[in-house]
T-cell receptor, first 114, second 111 residues
């Protein structure tokens, strides 16, 4: 069964450093998403991406964040200058249709900012 | 500002009995609702969904009920099995793009 994969599973970085979280969505999916979950809190939407551009983003997704689909298979989330409060579990998801189709989630990347 | 709320952080149920997980929302524009199940160290997996044109959707042991006037939905699992032990998130959307998640309810099914 196809699945969304994410690497690395755990990323530790120093405050102020740039990190790139990688995701490989399911191959025939066209819609891609990033979510995060701070420990003990709810899963929060960050951004959705379709046709090589951002289709929706939340207020969390500020100028520090960017997304890219560099090669047709990977979908990346970049945080330019990490802050302590960026420490969270980051989930990538993909779906094959907009609006109402189930999103398949990856296992997540745990980001720890020291 | 939490638009989707799951007020019970945990629930314990005997194997074979019914599990009822509840979810409330505040935004009347939400028209599509999903339940996800999440095991530790894994991403959420889709369980069942319902759109606002229906008040019930059933899939095997899982049934979701939607009460639009009360802005409330619930997930019923019957009979509950030990493998159902996980954290359950409800999520809601008004535009199909941005999904608002509740904080989750941790279900423990006791053998």
């Amino acid at each position: 069964e196809p699945e969304v994969t994410q690497t690395p599973s755990h990323q530790v970085t120093q405050m102020g450093q740039e990190v790139i979280l990688r995701c490989v969505p399911i191959s025939n999916h066209l819609y891609f998403y990033w979510y995060r979950q701070i420990l003990g809190q709810k899963v929060e939407f960050l951004v959705s991406f379709y046709n090589n551009e951002i289709s929706e983003k939340s207020e969390i997704f500020d100028d520090q964040f960017s997304v890219e689909r560099p090669d047709g298979s990977n979908f990346t989330l970049k945080i330019r200058s990490t802050k302590l409060e960026d420490s969270a579990m980051y989930f990538c998801a993909s779906s094959d249709m907009d609006s109402g189709n189930e999103q398949f989630f990856g296992p997540g990347t745990r980001l720890t900012v020291l | 500002d939490q638009q989707v709320k799951q007020n019970s952080p945990s629930l314990s149920v005997q194997e074979g009995r019914i599990s009822i997980l509840n979810c409330d929302y505040t935004n009347s524009m939400f028209d599509y609702f999903l339940w996800y199940k999440k095991y530790p160290a894994e991403g959420p997996t889709f369980l069942i969904s319902i759109s606002s044109i229906k008040d019930k959707n059933e899939d095997g042991r899982f049934t979701v009920f939607l009460n639009k006037s009360a802005k409330h939905l619930s997930l019923h699992i019957v009979p509950s099995q030990p493998g159902d032990s996980a954290v359950y998130f409800c999520a809601a959307s008004g535009d199909g793009n941005q999904f608002y998640f509740g904080t989750g309810t941790s279900l423990t099914v006791i053998p």
